[in-house]
């Protein structure tokens, strides 16, 4: 049973570009959250997610930053005109049932914006 | 509002020797405590978790007790190895509600 997969593991974005990081949930699993690591900082929840579904957003900047988990394939973290301020760790966690208890995650994805 | 408070890193130890990494929570009920790893260039992994008072999580020959009247979950490890060298992060979660509340991270590193 493979992990929680996260790609690209790295992505350089010019600033005004869009980044799309992609994340495939473990089997079996349909709840998936988005945390956000910025240097020397904790982490810290962006959105969680179910199949088709948007939970709660409230930690999701208001405007550029979207989400989405659809029927198939993985959920994408999206964010439109990207500035350097959103240079981050971001990453993925997904768990069988709408509880972090058993949240898993994924090695991450560094957007680095230049 | 809930929070996580970690001791400020880098924690520079030799091998074998005695490891603490404080941290203290605030939280309006009854939390779940939870510590996480992070190996260089890797992911998150659970470490422990504890989810109710006087509960001791233990892992690797890593432990934390879930102390309610000091509102902290310290990690210990008694004979820490150059394997350990990594971020550890200190989290809660409210059964209310299913987002983590992080820590900032302490950074160990472990000199052989």
């Known amino acids: 049973n493979a992990g929680v997969m996260q790609n690209p593991r790295h992505l350089v974005r010019r600033r005004g570009q869009e980044a799309r990081l992609r994340c495939s949930p473990m089997?079996?699993?349909?709840?998936v959250y988005w945390y956000r690591q910025l240097p020397e900082e904790g982490l810290k929840f962006m959105v969680y997610?179910?199949?088709?579904?948007?939970?709660?957003e409230s930690g999701m900047p208001k405007e550029r930053f979207s989400a989405e988990f659809p029927k198939e394939g993985p959920s994408i973290l999206r964010i439109q005109q990207v500035v350097r301020g959103d240079s981050a760790a971001y990453f993925c966690a997904s768990s069988p049932q709408g509880r972090n208890t058993e949240a898993f995650f994924g090695q991450g994805t560094r957007l680095t914006v230049v | 509002g809930n929070s996580v408070t970690q001791m400020e890193g880098p924690v520079t130890l030799s091998e074998e020797a005695f490891l603490t990494i404080n941290c203290t929570y605030t939280a309006t009920g009854y939390p779940s405590l939870f510590w996480y790893v992070q190996y260089p260039g890797e992911g998150l992994q659970l470490l422990l978790k504890a989810t109710k008072a006087d509960d001791k999580g233990s892992n690797k020959g890593f432990e934390a007790t879930y102390r309610k009247e000091t509102t902290s979950f310290h990690l210990e490890k008694g004979s820490v190895q150059v394997s350990d060298s990594a971020v550890y992060f200190c989290?809660?979660?409210?059964?209310?509600?299913?987002?983590?509340?992080w820590g900032a991270g302490t950074k160990l590193i472990i000199k052989p």
């Open positions: 997610l179910q199949k088709e579904n948007i939970i709660d």
């Open positions: 089997k079996g699993h349909s709840h």
């Open positions: 989290a809660l979660s409210m059964d209310s509600n299913y987002q983590l509340i």
